[in-house]
């Protein structure tokens, strides 16, 4: 490895101290440290001929295995700061993004176990490249709307990050992480990757897809940390028997979205374990973890993360535990792509979520800044919405939006309700509302679908709800 980077130096020493030991196992595979090493200068082959140049700025596409590590691997090695593309996004959507950031080009690995350097294509970006010197990786924004933006991370704030998040959820050396999670997704790439080259962490990679895949694979390996999202622990528990647990799992993440209390109260009561929630961002990675694991169950998303200072910037002035989260950490990227914005600068992130802090330090999340809806000239937040309509039996989730009215400009109140086919019909949504809400808070929009729509990353896909048409409305007034 020719790049100083303190990641690719941790790896070398786990190789070095034991070359046999597992890196990824699933039920058909194994893949030791020095084979990753040995797919890694497969990789590197791959990218030689190439003749791309030293720290520009190239995507990677590769689905969850040691393929993506080996790619990690060998960009670094060549000094490239590394765009983490969506493998299972269509290659134009990928080819957009990557030229929109200003990529050289696409790194490609299309198998999950690959064995020889035919596993590996390049497809080259047209434009001037944009060079990143100390950058390591590039992670997307979620893209709710517009084209994504990327965020550039230098090795040492991924380095920062991982141990931050090691100190404050307890890991171990000899933890086995479930690798459900998109390894190429920020999360993914915190909780699963970086443990793995870092620390030496085992992945226990599922081998298909489906709910049950995470389950096995953490009973193959003997798995102990499981990190997840709240849509999975729903799916689970919305089952008419809810699977086992694994026996060997200590410790359950729940990221990437709000965990309603109701799931993390009804998880502990079918397994006995409770779940422990972790708000983080692209922008500076893990921002407050729950260390107890009950305050999920409480509304909160816990106290900050090791070394992490959260301020509350007040909207008023005057009320310093309830504002917009603002993120001062050492694990803080460089800036966005492919321009840069004052929200992010210095090791300073000043997020659009607003939160209040409680009387024990847990933060708890109100909503995002950029949601209020405005109608007639009222500000309306979607979280008390949803956490009113979340007490309507019958709703399993709901998400509110203000879109554009069709007459007369301005707003419109529009909440999307996940509820079994049949179950809610608009005025019982419209009749409940009323009863507990001011008129102007009271949806003027209804539209009743079995799921929730979301992106790969497991973000509520808000392009799909502000596309619902007037058609989709179960009524209106």
Known sequence: MRVKDPILGAFAGLLEAAPGAAVIASSRHLSTRAAVAALARKAHSALEPEGLS????VGLSAPNGPGFLASLLALRGRRHAVLLLDPHAPEPEQRDIAQALGAEAI???RQAWPTDADAWIVRRIGGEPVHLPGIAVVKLTSGSSGMPRGVAVSAEALWADDAALAMSMDLRLDDRIVGAIPFSHSYGFASVVLPALIR??????PDQPGPLAPLDAARQASASVFPTAPAYLQALLKMSQPPAWPESIRLVISASAPL????AARFREVYGQPV???YGATEVGGICYDREGNAGERGTVGTPVEGIRVDLESLDGDDDRKGVIVVTSPAAGQGYLPEPDARLIGGRFESSDLAARRHNGEIALLGRLDGLVNVKGKKVDPTEIEQTLLGLPGVEDVVALGV???????????VVIACRPGRLAYEDVLAFCRARLAEHKVPRSVVLLAAIPRTPRDKIDRRALFALSEADDVARH
Request: aromatic share 6%.
């Open 404 to 414: 554009p009215a069709s007459e007369g400009g301005g707003q419109l109140l529009r």
């Open 54 to 57: 030293p720290e520009s700025l």
């Open 276 to 278: 422990h929630v972790f």
């Open 260 to 263: 309603r209390p109701a799931s």
């Open 107 to 109: 790194f490609i690995c």
């Open 200 to 205: 030496g962490s085992l992945i226990a990679l």
